[in-house]
């Protein structure tokens, strides 16, 4: 069918240049709310009562924090520690009230009209911000935050009640590791056993190329109160702390650091296993460079030469634990590492 022919399916339709009336807003729906000051007074009790919950919740954050046990044995509660159930819980609740009363504040109780925004340029002219300015300050009024002072100050005392999970959270922060990060529980005869399994390994046991990773053999550790024996959380904090690898390469490809000749035997070397970067296990070996490349950022040493930084964002040498060997024929620490291992922190180097 061309545009000259006729069709009787399109009769009813206004012309092109016919104008479109203008619809107009439906008529406006009042509102229980608005109509019946009952109802008013309750739900302006319901929001009120939302923002008391509010700040229940937030109380018993603060009593689950400092009541409730975290550490070796916590209450295990859905699965998870009590502490952790109880802290979630009661902080979500605060939060969640305080948004549900603001909505039903919104919907029930501040003024209910409709507005028109015209279609205007992007810039906005002096005048049209002096409106928005204005009617900010309409805003204000018609939420009634003036002239309902239960809303009012249950909210503030609920927002200002919040702020005292987030300050007690900081403690969290503390307290300072003191020079726990300094050292570790190698000690001088400390065997190195192989990880998990916890076997002592003989110089012989690894060929060149090997690369294992190991673990000391822990019984005890020596502190300020003396010898004790490690367990626990505290055996597993110790042993990650002094994670390594062993690795063994031809004796003539190793180019050992200055004071460091005898650190090694028959070519076997030990690193730790820790990232200088920020702290993830390494193991990936390029055993024809002898590179140790770390999976997160791609940090790349060279074992032959001190563990030196080739490539990738580490900024340090990973720390080499001395080696020697024992009247057993085991691998065994000459002494801690001689410099603290892990990721850089403040005041490092400043011991
Ligand atoms: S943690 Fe190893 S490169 Fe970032």
């Known amino acids: 069918m061309t545009d000259l022919q006729h069709d009787p399916q399109h009769d009813n339709l206004p012309a092109i240049n016919d104008s479109v009336s203008d619809p107009g807003l439906p008529a406006h729906l009042w509102r229980p709310t608005d109509v019946d000051p009952r109802l008013e007074k309750r739900a302006e009790r319901q929001v ?15 009593v689950s924090y400092f009541a409730l046990k975290v550490g070796d044995n916590p209450t295990v509660f859905l699965g998870s520690g009590a502490s952790n159930v109880a802290l979630g819980l009661s902080f979500g609740g605060a939060l969640l009230f305080i948004g549900i009363g603001v909505i039903q504040w919104a919907r029930k109780l501040m003024d209910d009209h409709e507005i028109i925004e015209m279609r205007h340029p992007a810039a906005s002219p002096p005048e049209d911000r002096e409106a928005t300015l204005a009617a900010l300050s309409q805003g204000t009024e018609e939420s009634g935050i003036a002239r309902r002072p239960l809303i009012r100050n249950t909210l503030l005392g609920s927002v200002t009640i919040l702020l005292a999970p987030v300050v007690v959270l900081l403690r969290d922060l503390g307290p300072l590791p003191g020079d726990k990060l300094e050292s570790t529980v190698w000690t001088q005869g400390m065997r190195v056993v192989r990880d998990v399994v916890g076997t002592p390994i003989r110089a012989a046991d690894l060929e060149i190329g090997d690369l294992v990773n190991a673990e000391p053999e822990i019984i005890f550790a020596v502190d300020e109160e003396g010898e004790h024996v490690l367990e626990g959380v505290e055996l597993q904090v110790a042993k990650s702390k002094a994670a390594v690898i062993l690795l063994r ?16 035997v028959d070519g076997i070397l030990c690193y730790s296993k820790i990232c200088t970067h920020v702290g993830c ?19 790349t040493f060279d074992l032959a030469d001190a563990a030196k930084v080739v490539f990738g964002p580490a900024a340090r040498p990973l720390p080499q634990l001395p080696l020697a060997v024992d009247a057993d024929g085991y691998l065994v620490a000459q002494s801690d590492f001689t410099e603290p291992v892990g990721p850089s922190y403040w005041g490092r180097d400043s011991g």
């Open 48 to 62: 009120a009562s939302l923002f008391v919950l509010s700040m229940v919740c937030a109380v018993l954050f603060l």
């Open 249 to 264: 390469m031809d004796p003539d490809d190793n180019t050992p650091g200055p004071g460091r000749e005898n650190w090694s």
């Open 281 to 299: 296990p390494i193991s990936l070996n390029e055993r024809k460079t002898h590179h140790l490349l770390c999976p997160c950022h791609q940090s």
